[in-house]
């Protein structure tokens, strides 16, 4: 009865062996590092908010002036002078917290939102040399332990993407 039972599993699991999957497996973080279009999305990215960023950073610069003439002339100044003082590098202090944290948040929304239309780009060029080279599955080189170099698309999808930018 277990010599039958082994045999018709043999026979059944003979198909299922022959209709092995051929995977191949892809570097995400590498494919995005060596994109042309991530440089020209920085640089976009750049222009977009140099207005604001040099407005904070000269915010930063002042509030250090006005830290050193604190220190420098503080000894010197009235009273009145230097609650003056205060007031103005606490007002500063304030703006600058407010437009530094809104360009944050503003920064990294739009960060995200260039990285997810680059995604797209990625994964539509992974379906295609996918479908073109006929592999069932592809999985990110992240989840595999051992996967033979040849197996890696990465190369081939970077140089998909360089083709159409």
Not at 17 to 24: D, G, S, V
Not at 58 to 79: F, H, I, P
């Given at each position: 009865m277990v010599n039958r039972t082994l045999v018709t599993l043999a026979f059944l699991?003979?198909?299922?062996?022959?209709?092995?999957?051929?995977?191949?497996?892809?570097?995400?973080?590498?494919?995005?590092?060596?994109?042309?279009?991530?440089?020209?999305?920085?640089?976009?990215?750049?222009?977009?908010?140099?207005?604001?960023?040099?407005?904070?950073?000269?915010?930063?610069?002042?509030?250090?002036?006005?830290?050193?003439?604190?220190?420098?002339?503080?000894?010197?100044?009235?009273?009145?002078?230097?609650?003056?003082?205060?007031?103005?590098?606490e007002s500063l202090k304030s703006d600058f917290q407010l437009k530094g944290k809104a360009l944050d948040e503003d920064m990294r929304r739009r960060q995200g939102e260039e990285q997810n239309k680059l995604l797209v780009q990625v994964q539509k060029a992974i379906n295609a040399i996918a479908e073109k080279e006929g592999y069932d599955m592809v999985l990110q080189s992240g989840a595999v332990i051992y996967v033979k170099p040849q197996a890696d698309i990465s190369a081939k999808v970077v140089e998909a993407l360089s083709k159409a930018n």
């Open positions: 699991a003979a198909p299922m062996m022959a209709q092995a999957e051929k995977i191949a497996v892809v570097d995400m973080g590498g494919v995005f590092e060596q994109l042309p279009q991530r440089e020209q999305t920085s640089q976009a990215l750049k222009a977009e908010f140099g207005d604001r960023v040099a407005e904070v950073q000269k915010m930063q610069d002042e509030m250090r002036g006005l830290v050193e003439k604190q220190q420098r002339d503080g000894a010197l100044m009235s009273d009145a002078q230097k609650t003056e003082l205060v007031r103005k590098m």
